[in-house]
């Protein structure tokens, strides 16, 4: 059974920084595609950062050059560092995991199965 649990999640200033955590257990970590995703009040989720089995990596452009998505595979831990918030960042986090679909890993949520309860993330200005 896949299982994903995030933390690290608050409330912080505009300009300021967090880092979210997802550890994963139930299947073999480094192979999968690994995904942050964030869905804001009254709006839909949205992809934020995709981390390939092979270590690629793909952003929304409104976090491209903020935020860092990276994996520990010892520790079956995926991590997205946030920096430079803003309080358009304010959302729930939920980190996503599958398989590749074709060697493809969806920057979409309709490519991941498995899903973390949420941490949430309040910027304040």
């Known amino acids: 059974q896949v299982q994903l649990k995030e933390s690290g999640g608050g409330s912080v200033q505009a300009g300021g920084s967090l880092r979210l955590s997802c550890t994963v257990a139930?299947?073999?970590?480094?192979?999968?595609?690994m995904a942050w995703f964030r869905q804001a009040p009254e709006k839909g989720r949205e992809a934020v950062a995709v981390?390939?089995?092979?270590?690629?990596?793909k952003y929304a452009d409104s976090v491209k050059g903020r935020f860092t998505i990276s994996r520990d595979n010892a520790k079956n831990t995926l991590y997205l560092q946030m920096d430079s918030l803003k309080p358009e960042d304010t959302a729930k986090y939920s980190c996503?995991?599958?398989?590749?679909?074709?060697?493809?890993?969806?920057?979409?949520?309709?490519?991941?199965?498995?899903w973390g309860q949420g941490t949430q993330v309040t910027v304040s200005s």
């Open positions: 981390l390939n089995s092979d270590g690629s990596t």
């Open positions: 996503a995991a599958d398989r590749p679909r074709g060697g493809y890993c969806y920057f979409d949520m309709r490519g991941y199965n498995y």
């Open positions: 139930g299947y073999t970590y480094s192979t999968y595609c």
